[in-house]
């Protein structure tokens, strides 16, 4: 097959309210100015992840429709997607391994290239994704003759937008046969394979009698530090591309906590981050990893502000821990806070005293695990780098 020469864009998103919860995706083919097609699709209840790679499946699947030798750039705002399938990352889970060998499948490898763009910069995908969330329905629009982007040229043909149920000839709708395996149109998944899985936990290598793990209310604070920024002065970076590694392997690491990594704690269940950006960069990584939902954001855990003492830092923390205690008994909390915070966070669970906490050494992208019980703590983990356990994610 002679190549065209063409050059279409897919972009694609995915989301679920609640994670899992109600899901849909949205992808539109673009070539320069003009979209294509539009496809989006309610998915029932599935993980923000499941959203995401359908999203890229049914984007891929309108390009090699319009044009199976074009070479086809894909945008999408998820990392973990987007590193998975250029190859960076490896696939852990199995239900993910089959949704990206799925989207490998349609197009040769050698044609389809994979670009981050912040989440600002894929507004139309995303708005389809949310029209069908709030429709439950359907959206497959083909554009012969291009159109204009989404949003600029009127309501999308009303023939192509549907709340019922799809037919079982899916491509009556779409125009697309339907996968082999149609959990990838209902959002289910299968019984996962992977061997992580299927495997008991194993047998704890600590005393499960000991106070901080008998007491069912104690609380597991996971405390990640991000990467690295750029040196320039900005006020509030962003992460470097290093930085983005090193967050991608910190969130490798909270997906294995309570199973195959510390598996006498309670697997994490809050996510919580500080309101500057790498921090947040951070969170948001470790949700879409770790399907923790999206972050809670607490200006309790903020870093230092010029000026704040240690003791107003103590005072706040403190206060945060309070709050946890009270709302979160039993829970893994993870929490993405900058080197000062995590100090005053250890600091605070041991009671060591204000002038002590510089003895608490916390690198860029590493790991913190403590425990508060009973009005007591204890550090179990402290600034661990995150690539000693490795960078396998999703």
């Known amino acids: 097959m002679v190549a065209s020469g063409r050059v279409l864009v897919v972009e694609a998103d995915g989301g679920s309210r609640g994670n899992p919860g109600p899901a849909g995706y949205g992808a539109l083919v673009r070539e320069g100015e003009s979209v294509l097609a539009e496809r989006a699709e309610y998915l029932g209840e599935c993980s923000n992840n499941v959203a995401e790679y359908s999203g890229l499946i049914a984007g891929l699947r309108a390009a090699a429709r319009i044009d199976p030798t074009a070479q086809v750039e894909v945008r999408m705002d998820s990392r973990l997607v987007v590193e998975q399938m250029s190859g960076r990352w490896k696939i852990k889970h199995a239900d993910m391994r089959r949704l990206a060998d799925e ?35 359907t959206i497959a629009t083909d554009h012969t003759d291009g159109a204009p982007p989404p949003g600029s040229a009127g309501p999308v ?20 046969p339907l996968p082999a395996d149609s959990s990838v149109v209902t959002g289910s998944l299968p019984a996962s394979s992977d061997d992580d899985d299927d495997e008991e936990p194993p047998v704890p290598d600590v ?8 007491d069912p209310d104690a609380i597991t604070l996971v405390l990640v530090s991000p990467g690295w920024t750029p040196r320039d002065g900005e006020e509030d970076p962003e992460l470097t591309d290093e930085g983005m590694e090193l967050a991608g ?14 598996p006498h704690l309670a ?13 947040q960069q951070t969170a948001e990584l470790i949700s879409e990893v770790a399907d923790l939902g999206i972050p809670t954001v ?68 590493t790991i913190s695990v403590v425990r508060r ?8 983990v402290m600034g661990c780098p995150a690539q000693l356990v490795g960078t396998e994610v999703g």
Request: charged letters at 20%; glycine letters at 8%.
């Open 103 to 137: 989207a490998r499948a349609i197009l040769p490898a050698g044609q389809v290239t994979y670009t981050w763009v912040p989440r600002a910069e894929n507004g139309a995908a995303d708005a389809l994704a949310n029209a069908v969330m709030d429709s439950r329905g």
């Open 157 to 176: 043909d009303s023939s192509a937008v549907t709340g019922d149920p799809l037919p079982a000839d899916s491509s009556a709708v779409t125009g697309d």
């Open 207 to 214: 005393d499960t009698e000991a106070p901080s793990l008998a």
């Open 249 to 262: 392997a910190a969130a490798a690491v909270v997906d294995t906590i309570g199973f195959t990594l510390w």
């Open 267 to 279: 697997r994490p269940s809050v996510l919580l981050a500080s309101p500057l950006v790498r921090a």
């Open 298 to 365: 607490d200006d309790d855990f903020a870093a230092a502000a010029p000026g704040e003492s240690r003791a107003e830092v103590a005072v706040r923390v403190e206060r945060a821990l309070a709050r946890l205690d009270e709302t979160c008994g039993g829970c893994t909390v993870v929490v993405a806070a900058h080197a000062d915070v995590i100090a005053a966070v250890i600091g605070t669970v041991v009671e060591a005293p204000t002038e002590a906490w510089d003895v608490f050494r916390i690198a860029p992208g």
């Open 373 to 380: 019980w009973s009005g007591r703590g204890e550090v179990h």
